[in-house]
């Protein structure tokens, strides 16, 4: 190969790169589940422009790419989520745990569904969840 193409694939395959690193996770999704590891996933990722016609969840994250918070949306405006009687999880990460808050529009706390008020998982040097403790009171 003489210069100029090895050149040529090496500018294409740094083009790809940087394309793939700079692509932002959505901010909206249509749903969203907990996976077998207790993570919140969002499921089916809506563009910005269609959320104030539509029911969906806003993803919030931190300047790592972690989820802070997570709004229930419908029609643009916060509202209580029917599947989880919630409006905000708010996600609040330290050493060794992650909890979250379950709010209202107002910000208060509000039990979901189940009557829980609050989870606090406990992580360990992987981020694997060793323990869950749903907290059912203030």
């Known amino acids: 190969m003489n ?10 395959l740094l083009s790809i790169v940087i394309f793939n690193c700079s692509k932002s996770q959505p901010n909206y999704y249509k749903d969203v589940y907990l996976d077998g590891r207790y993570e919140i996933i969002g499921k089916n ?3 910005d422009d269609i959320t104030n016609k539509t029911d969906c969840y806003h993803f919030v994250y931190n300047k790592k790419g972690k989820i802070i918070k997570v709004e229930h949306l419908l029609k643009g405006v916060l509202q209580n989520d029917t599947n989880y009687g ?3 999880t ?5 050493e ?5 808050k379950f709010l209202t529009v107002k ?3 509000i039990a979901s569904i189940d009557g829980v008020y609050s ?3 406990r992580l360990d040097e992987n ?3 060793i323990k869950t403790l749903f907290l059912d009171g203030l």
């Open 45 to 47: 990722p809506i563009n």
């Open 119 to 121: 989870i606090q998982l």
């Open 96 to 100: 060794g745990y992650e909890t979250r």
């Open 3 to 12: 210069i100029y193409k090895i050149f040529t694939l090496l500018i294409f």
């Open 107 to 109: 910000g208060k706390p």
């Open 86 to 88: 919630i409006s905000i």
């Open 127 to 129: 981020n694997n969840v």
């Open 90 to 94: 708010l996600v609040e990460n330290s």
